[in-house]
């Protein structure tokens, strides 16, 4: 399992405080039954806050090793030029 991430850590922290202070004021709870119990569903809904924030991807490098590792002399791009593309060497023909 990967370790969670700063985002991750800071959405479920105010989910948690937030959720635990909503949830205290709306009831006005006062026994120790009933803290402990908002306590628990405002740890388990930072909980799920932090889970389902989403996760940078992973780079996948299967895709660039079917690629060649250099192109052809022909196929590379001048670098200097601009758009033009690179001169062809045009065969020579003798006539007789």
């Known amino acids: ?17 937030f959720s635990t202070l909503a949830m205290l004021l709306l009831s006005q709870t ?3 039954l009933g803290v402990t119990v908002i306590a628990l ?10 889970m389902t924030v989403p996760l940078p991807k992973v780079r996948t490098t299967e895709a660039t090793t079917d690629a060649p590792a250099e192109a052809p002399a022909e196929e590379r791009p001048v670098r200097g030029r601009g ?3 690179a001169p062809q060497e045009q065969p020579v023909s003798t006539a007789l």
């Open 83 to 85: 758009a033009e593309p």
């Open 1 to 17: 399992m990967p370790r969670p991430t700063a985002a991750q850590l800071v959405y479920g922290s105010c989910t948690v405080i």
């Open 30 to 32: 006062s026994s120790g």
């Open 41 to 50: 569903a405002a740890l388990a809904l930072g909980l799920l806050v932090a």
